[in-house]
């Protein structure tokens, strides 16, 4: 990609994220956090999750 492309791209996307709305813009945003898995999954993978449906089952045996 030619820098003059590149440039036109940015500029075309600037301009469309300044034409939106800031309440769009906030929906967004949250849009995308909400979909965001949770930490610990995002970073270790599915290891901790399957480790703490493993605890739950054996506190919930030991009652």
Known sequence: MKTNDYVKYMTE?????MNTPRKERKEHKQEKMDAKPPFSQRLFGVL????????????HRQK
């Open 48 to 59: 901790p999750f399957g480790l703490s449906m493993l605890l739950k089952r054996h506190r």
């Open 13 to 17: 996307e600037i301009i469309k994220y």
